[in-house]
């Protein structure tokens, strides 16, 4: 599986971006898709999270302000991020799990700053 994602940029505190994540097979066939991120000096941790049973999850420090959802028919989960905060400056990074095998897209950068 193949993982790409896009979106990433430099917003203002209090501002809005939408991250791109696409798979090269059918994300129906995905039982698990997610977003971590990692800031500088930091461990990765996870964002956003759902399974095709119909689970979605959150941490803590995005309730509220971030949406995971997908497209099917266009192979695509999405992060929606409002209310950005400079301590959401990280690269994200878009996963799946499939076959018992954890994979990775390539990182895309959040910077929020003023």
């Known amino acids: 599986v193949q993982l790409q994602a896009s979106g990433g940029g430099l917003v203002q505190p209090g501002g809005s971006l939408r991250l791109s994540c696409v798979a090269s097979r059918p994300i129906s066939a995905i039982p698990v898709m997610g977003w971590y991120r990692q800031a500088p000096g930091k461990e990765r941790v996870v964002v956003a999270s759902?399974?095709?049973?119909?689970?979605?999850r959150y941490s803590d420090s995005v309730k509220g302000r971030f949406t995971i959802s997908r497209d099917n028919d266009k192979n695509t989960v999405y992060l929606q991020m409002n209310d950005l905060k400079p301590e959401d400056t990280a690269v994200y990074y878009c996963t799946g799990k499939y076959d018992l095998r954890d994979y990775w897209g390539m990182g895309t950068q959040v910077t929020v700053s003023s």
């Open positions: 759902f399974t095709n049973g119909g689970s979605t």
